[in-house]
């Protein structure tokens, strides 16, 4: 049930690991090729890319997933972080042929690296919905 939920979202906050690849990559520790970057968030091209165009959108605060920052990042963050997509959108000029946007959750969602990220993928046909 939705309580169940609420309870493992919190516990994930309060596990949130400052060693994961990403929490490195906004301390400067890795290096990352940047698509655009503000106050409260980071675009950098994805290592591995799953598509001609695949960029991961990162929120700078200590947030494990989307249900994580959705509950728990202020509102400026969040507002930062909509925002963010359409500059990337523009910058990776997308806007014409289009694009999808994932946030792969948890153990179900195949989640690898638990700081939260928002794939957005294209340059081309992108296939079936969910086929990973
Ligand atoms: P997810 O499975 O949704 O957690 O996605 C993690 C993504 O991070 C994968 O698409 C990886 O290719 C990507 N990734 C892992 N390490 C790096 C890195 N150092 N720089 C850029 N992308 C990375």
Not at 41 to 52: G, H, K, M, R, T
Not at 84 to 106: D, H, M
Not at 113 to 120: D, M, R, S, T
Request: proline content about 6%.
């Amino acid at each position: 049930g939705v309580k169940k939920n609420y309870k493992k979202v919190r516990s994930r906050v309060m596990t949130y690991d400052t060693e994961n690849i990403f929490a490195k990559i906004l301390r400067g520790e890795i290096p990352n090729t940047t698509v655009y970057e503000n106050e409260y968030v980071l675009a950098f091209e994805d290592i591995n890319p799953q598509a001609p165009i695949h960029i991961l959108i990162v929120p700078k605060g200590p947030y494990t997933d989307m249900a994580d920052f959705s509950l728990s990042a202020a509102g400026e963050e969040q507002v930062a972080f909509t925002k963010s997509i359409s500059e990337v959108v523009t910058i990776a000029q997308l806007e014409a042929t289009g694009f999808r946007a994932i946030a792969n959750t948890g153990i179900d969602g195949l989640q690898e690296v638990p700081h939260y990220h928002l794939h957005i993928l294209g340059g081309g046909p992108l296939g079936p919905m969910v086929n990973r």
